[in-house]
């Protein structure tokens, strides 16, 4: 059996097989190239989802722990610490403030964490997908299109949705905890230090995220003949 390779997923199936091909035969090394590299896909989408589970874990207890020192230092008696020693009620009241930057860059770095994380879920499911095409299973296909499409919610969305919740939940608390202890003009610098932590972070994981760039399969021109003699 020979399947024809569609235009849009010939550059891939050429990264995949090493040659340019325009069909695959079912009985070729070609095919058991693309069906080893569909279990290959298979199997580092599962190990890639369950490593975001445990760093998405870890984040929340992290989050936790931040949580209840934050709660602590909000309940600290300040009172007899102001008449003997100023510095350290000053320094009391910082806490807070401190605690709740450090969340808020937390916050921002899960929010990014999960972006990835998505994006590269997608680009593994884009590529069974189209794996799957060419092997004849196309069993991955058949369970997404399962069930209620009212209820067919993404669980990488949800994890950014809840990223994002967070991080509003510590952008908030950390400017009323400036506010609170600086004024406006202490809110004011805490809005433009959120912003440029953003920024920065944003510009710097970018610049981090390297890209192999693979040339695309060469087709070796054929040799002309001389036509005389």
């Known amino acids: 059996m020979r399947i024809t390779i569609e235009h849009a997923d010939r550059p891939f199936i050429h990264r995949v097989v090493g040659e340019p091909i325009e069909a695959i035969d ?9 069906q080893d590299a569909l279990q290959i896909a298979r199997q580092q989408k599962s190990v890639d989802a369950e490593l975001d589970w445990k760093r998405n ?6 989050f ?9 230092s909000l309940t600290m ?11 350290i009620a000053y320094a009391l009241e910082a806490v807070p403030v401190l605690l709740a930057f450090s969340g808020l860059f937390l916050s921002l ?5 999960t972006r990835g994380s998505a994006r590269q879920q997608h680009n593994w499911e884009q590529g069974i997908l189209v794996l799957e095409k060419y092997t004849g299973n196309r069993l991955y296909q058949h369970i997404s299109e399962m069930g209620a499409r009212t209820t067919h919610y993404s669980q990488s969305a949800i994890n950014v ?12 608390m950390y400017n009323y905890f400036t506010f609170t202890t600086s004024g406006v003009i202490g809110s004011v610098i805490s809005l433009f230090i959120t ?10 994981l970018l610049k981090s995220g390297k ?7 060469v087709v070796p021109a054929k040799e002309e003949k001389d036509p005389t003699p």
């Open 211 to 217: 890209h192999i760039e693979i040339d695309e399969p």
């Open 64 to 72: 936790v722990f931040l949580y209840t020192a934050l709660g602590a």
């Open 195 to 204: 912003t440029m932590t953003y920024v920065i972070l944003d510009i710097q």
């Open 161 to 172: 949705a809840l990223a994002l919740f967070i991080c509003l939940t510590w952008v908030v």
């Open 109 to 113: 770095l899960f929010v990014f964490q």
């Open 26 to 34: 079912t009985t070729s090394a070609q095919a058991e190239q693309v």
């Open 77 to 87: 008696d300040l009172t007899a610490q102001a008449s003997s020693h100023k510095s």
């Open 57 to 62: 874990a870890l984040f929340l207890a992290l």
